[in-house]
């Protein structure tokens, strides 16, 4: 385990080749987070097997089949932890899985794995990852057999541009998202919540403002009705450059859909929002409708939510560490839900923090094209 740029896939490269080199491995398992990681980091990589082979053990790459091969005979075959089930039927001596906390489903793979290692006098495998607080990397530090190494960004400075990691320890401190993506330590759960107390109260700290150049109202409508419905999460952020402020939140309990629509509407006017932004995997064109029988006159934006709230929600956790986030005053609800979200005890929908996301994603993280003129 260890930080980004620590040296991972440098590491198990050679140890790959040098297993290859002593005759101990003959079919080897080549395993990334897709094919596509599999080809471009460890076999092709600056640190993968072709770069950094000696020049009398260099392998043959044969991208179309999938395969490397060794002079002295010894295999390697690609494959995607996308498809734990293509790993049925073939038989290794030695593996090696790259970003394991990356993989969609580690369990599944490693369920397939662990049977196929079955040639030899030793079966091996070699992991590396950046650590996250996923089930199969807590099993393995459990495993007896399972020996862990670790290392931080900071251990191989020597081989990064200079002065990239200074910076990097600069900007992010000891924030959650530093230890974890730095440091190489794994936050475990309930410690692993996107955001810290500190975080928080830091992001109340810096300056307010009053003057944006965009303002925007995030919902997050909720999937069911009646007084035990999940909330309507509703945000007001705005930002200003290369900054954003939470300006307000009005998150909803138990209301019916023409009573929260009502409350975004009068906070449409009253902050004079240029859009709201509703997310539409709940009820699709409908919200939108709701909305706008409230508020004619707004503009509305659907955006579908494809990954995970954890996975949306690592990206603006980030955002707060640059302290580039401003909260306008204290949000009880809201900054208790970001901080309990993604601990074991956290339980229900974060209806306040998945608005917030949506807020701060398309304010300071979507990619906006503005329109061309190009001769054809």
């Given amino acids: 385990m260890g930080g980004r740029g620590a040296g991972k896939t440098r590491a198990a490269a050679e140890w790959v080749t040098d297993m290859v080199a002593q005759g101990y491995a003959s079919s080897i398992a080549l395993i990334g987070a897709t094919l596509g ?3 471009n980091v460890m076999v ?16 043959k790459y044969e991208p179309s089949k999938r395969i490397l091969t060794w002079a002295n005979g010894a295999i390697a075959y690609a494959y995607s932890a996308e498809v734990p089930d293509s790993l049925r039927g073939p038989q290794f001596d030695l593996a090696w899985g790259d970003e394991l906390a990356a993989w969609a489903d580690g369990d599944a793979v490693l369920d397939v794995l662990r049977p196929a ?4 006098e030793n079966p091996k495998v070699v992991l590396t990852t950046t650590p996250r607080p996923v089930p199969w990397v807590k099993d393995l ?4 057999t399972c020996v862990i190494t670790r290392s931080s960004t900071r251990d191989n400075a020597a081989n990064l541009a200079k002065g990239v990691v200074d910076d990097l320890e600069r900007r992010f401190d000891n924030s959650i998202w530093a230890r974890q993506e730095l440091f190489g330590e794994l936050i475990e759960d309930p410690e692993g919540a996107l955001w810290s107390r500190d975080d928080i109260k830091r992001a109340r700290a810096l300056p307010k403002a009053h003057d944006f150049d965009t303002i925007l109202i995030a919902v997050d409508p909720p999937a069911t009705k009646g007084k035990n419905a999940d909330a309507c999460g509703i945000i007001i952020a705005g930002k200003n450059g290369k900054n954003a402020w939470v300006i307000d939140d009005l998150t909803t309990q138990g209301q019916a859909p023409n009573e929260w629509a009502a409350v975004i509407a009068k906070a449409y006017e009253k902050y004079a929002a240029n859009y709201i932004l509703a997310e539409g995997n709940q009820g699709g064109e409908m919200v939108r409708e709701i909305i706008k029988l409230q508020s004619p006159e707004a503009m509305v934006r659907l955006v579908h939510a494809s990954k995970s709230k954890r996975v949306r929600a690592e990206p603006v956790a980030l955002l707060y560490a640059q302290n580039r986030i401003c909260h306008n005053r204290h949000f009880p609800a809201l900054e208790d839900e970001m901080c309990s979200f993604g601990t074991q005890n956290f339980r229900g929908s974060p209806n306040r923090m998945d608005a ?10 979507v990619q906006k094209s503005n329109p061309k003129i190009r001769p054809i």
């Fill in 37 to 39: 990681d599999v080809r």
């Fill in 44 to 59: 092709g990589g600056k640190s993968g097997l072709l770069a950094i082979a000696p020049p009398e053990l260099a392998p």
């Fill in 117 to 120: 290692l079955r040639l030899g």
């Fill in 141 to 144: 530090l459990l495993d007896e």
């Fill in 356 to 365: 917030l996301v949506h807020a701060l994603t398309h304010l300071l993280l």
